[in-house]
């Protein structure tokens, strides 16, 4: 890992006001994947901005018909939220997922939207419910925040400060782990709130998590995993690696919307 | 060099470290508390957990400097020296829970925050189930579960665990 200076600022204005005087600065969060990749010197910032003191970044609370999850809260501390079971107990169901417990002890919701992976699992959640990515500067809906593989609507100087989620009626999250790294391999997020039905896909996108619209047109008759028996998508796109060809991945979503489906009708 | 201080096993350290030094390398190169090992280096193998404000975390993948202020417990922390064994520690022996012991420390940090969050009695798929980031090369795990189900039973009962509000 390359060397850089470390400052831990106490508040979002002191945070953006160090990222503005450190151009090549970054955030950081649990430092789970930023802390890695640091180690393989695929990055390589002059400065790192830990937020762990920041004020007022971390906690679940029910907001009328939304969820609103800090930034900084830990995927340990948001799976067992009793506010998140009780109300969207389908997106608890999502940092519960998120690697292994000790990970799941350091890594945040921010940090794993913000980085974008293609095979994270929250961003199949924000963009599953159509969540709201508040910053310090604007409100970014999720069909406009995620915009490819480990990349992002956030400026220059924007930080993520919580997310806010709608409240659906039926949620659900199912995922093909990688037994090894512990990341989706492929992932289906599914909801249906009113009219609004979802389902967004990560793992298998070699662009990132993606909605397949197909699905959520045969879910419009009935949100069921009947809806969609003998449906696939098209392989075109799929990731293909050592773990997964693209049709398998491909596959994968057809079987996993199916399984999330039945999850979340139950 | 940035200047960083911390509690480790209840005695009050300081060092001056680069930016870039991780916590497992503060504690093992620093303060030469070499009962916490570095298996992979990639936050995988578990051998380098400790707690972190009670909290198990893998100290390869924390910055020395995210800890200023902090409370660490190390595998050195667990017993007085020449005193009892920790009831976890007497399990992974009465258990015989480890052969070469690389990645006994991790076990047993990883296993207390088991306890910590699932409380004192834990069936064998849970344990195993929060193994997931801990990896052992020569037991094959059976006497680890047991162990750890052993041990959790002879521990002080745990507190309930905590929610993010």
């Known amino acids: ?266 | 060099m940035p200047a960083v201080s911390m509690t480790v096993n209840g005695k009050a350290v300081t060092g001056d470290v680069e930016a870039r030094t991780l916590l497992v390398q503060f504690l093992r190169e620093h303060l030469r508390l070499t009962g916490t090992h570095v298996g992979c280096d990639t936050s995988q193998c578990g051998a380098c957990v400790v707690h972190v404000d009670g909290i198990a975390a893998k100290s390869c993948t924390l910055l020395a400097l995210q800890c200023e202020g902090a409370k660490i417990t190390t595998i050195e922390g667990l017993a007085e020296p020449n005193g009892p064994l920790h009831p976890m520690q007497e399990a992974f022996r009465e258990n015989h829970g480890l052969q070469c012991g690389y990645c006994t420390p991790g076990m047993i940090m990883s296993a207390l925050d088991i306890v910590r969050r699932h409380g004192n009695e834990l069936d064998e798929h849970t344990i195993r189930e929060q193994l997931d980031g801990n990896i052992c090369r020569c037991t094959g795990y059976h006497n680890i579960v047991k162990a750890i189900a052993a041990g959790a039973k002879n521990m002080p009962k745990a507190s309930t665990r905590q929610a993010a509000e």
Request: no cysteine.
């Open chain 1, 1 to 266: 890992m390359y060397n850089f200076t470390f400052h831990r600022p106490t508040t979002v204005r002191q945070a953006a006001g160090l990222l503005a005087r450190n151009p090549e600065a970054k955030l950081l969060a649990g430092g789970h994947s930023l802390i890695p990749v640091m180690k393989q010197r695929l990055a390589q910032p002059s400065a790192l901005i830990d937020l762990s003191l920041v004020e007022g970044l971390t906690g679940v609370e029910q907001k009328g018909r939304s969820i609103v999850i800090g930034a900084m809260t830990r995927h340990a501390d948001a799976a067992i939220s009793p506010v998140l079971q009780q109300a969207l107990p389908g997106l608890a169901a999502v940092p519960a997922a998120v690697g292994d417990p000790q990970v799941r002890n350091r890594g945040t919701i921010g940090g794993s939207v913000a980085n974008n992976d293609p095979n994270a699992d929250y961003p199949a959640a924000v963009l599953g419910l159509g969540a709201t990515i508040i910053t310090n500067k604007r409100r970014i809906a999720a069909d406009d925040f995620f915009t490819g593989m480990f990349s992002t609507a956030l400026e220059d100087g924007e930080i993520i400060v919580k997310i806010s989620f709608p409240i659906a009626k039926k949620a659900a999250y199912e995922k093909f782990k990688h037994p090894a790294s512990g990341f989706a391999l492929v992932g289906v997020f599914v909801s249906k709130r009113g009219a609004d039905i979802r389902v967004a896909v990560t793992g298998a996108g070699s662009n990132g998590v993606f909605r397949v619209k197909s699905f959520e047109e045969a879910l419009k008759k009935r949100f069921a995993a009947k809806s969609l028996e003998g449906m696939t998508i098209p392989a075109t796109g799929m990731n293909s690696d050592i773990h997964a060809s693209a049709e398998y991945r491909a596959h994968l979503v057809g079987v996993l919307a199916r399984r999330a489906l039945a999850k979340a009708t139950a």
